[in-house]
């Protein structure tokens, strides 16, 4: 499975962004998902994830109740929905795929599959 990760950019603090990442293959629809990010000198950090199905989502304390992940397997696409951006969200921001794991993978190393990464940069 090839993922495709873009709708990085430039935003203001307060402002919004909305990525999204296409996957090549239809088994995208049988794999969880995860959004990731790495900040300049940081490590990779767990942003939030989403079950195969769409009806379990997972958060990271940093982002809880302003950012959204959601799938529709009928585009092989997830989308990470950013609100209320601070300064402290510029990283790269890359997506995951990977089998489906009880409790849900929020290590990189769970998963199979990974975009290529797409820049966020918040202005203060």
């Known amino acids: 499975v090839q993922l495709q990760a873009s709708g990085g950019g430039l935003a203001q603090a307060g402002g919004s962004l909305r990525l999204s990442c296409a996957a090549s293959?239809?088994?995208?629809?049988?794999?969880?998902a995860g959004w990731f990010r790495q900040a300049p000198g940081k490590e990779r950090e767990f942003v939030a994830a989403i079950r195969w199905h769409g009806g379990s989502t997972y958060y990271a304390d940093s982002i809880k109740g302003r950012f959204t992940i959601s799938r529709d397997n009928a585009k092989n696409t997830v989308y990470l929905q950013m609100n209320s951006l601070k300064p402290e969200d510029t990283a790269v921001y890359y997506c995951?795929?990977?089998?489906?794991?009880?409790?849900?993978?929020?290590?990189?190393?769970?998963?199979?599959?990974w975009g290529q990464g797409t820049q966020v940069t918040v202005s203060s």
């Open positions: 995951a795929a990977g089998a489906s794991r009880v409790p849900i993978a929020t290590k990189g190393g769970s998963y199979a599959f």
């Open positions: 293959a239809r088994a995208f629809s049988t794999y969880d």
